[in-house]
């Protein structure tokens, strides 16, 4: 399974970016997809959360500005980042809950990150 990230870039403050993160490859199913973030010296932090049955949650920091949804037909989950700050800046990780044939329970499998840089 391979979990591809896309949509980062350079945003000015204020403005928005749309995160992507499709898994590819043998599943039987996807619980819970998450992203996590890493800013520059810091440790990583869980941005957001959407279960399988479509409860999100949110990290304090981000609440109100940014949305988690999922397309399950399409294995993928996606971030709306709007009214971002410069302290958004960091490299966005996506982290999917799934099973594989032949497993009997979820495992963790991560995306490789995509950054996204907020400054003026």
């Known amino acids: 399974v391979q979990l591809q990230a896309s949509g980062g870039g350079l945003v000015q403050p204020g403005g928005s970016l749309r995160l992507s993160c499709a898994a590819s490859g043998s599943i039987l199913s996807i619980d819970a997809m998450r992203w996590h973030r890493q800013a520059p010296g ?3 932090e869980l941005v957001a ?3 399988g049955g479509g409860t999100t949650n949110y990290a304090d920091s981000v609440k109100g500005r ?3 949804s999922r397309d399950n037909a399409k294995n993928t989950v996606y971030l709306q980042m709007n009214s971002l700050k410069p302290e958004d800046t960091a490299v966005y990780y996506c982290n999917f809950l799934l ?3 032949g ?3 979820n495992l963790e499998h991560w995306g490789r990150g995509t950054l996204v840089t907020v400054s003026s």
Do not use: D, H, V
């Open 42 to 44: 810091k440790q990583r």
């Open 103 to 105: 497993q009997s329970r």
């Open 99 to 101: 099973r594989r044939p």
């Open 49 to 51: 959360t959407i279960a």
């Open 66 to 68: 940014f949305t988690i």
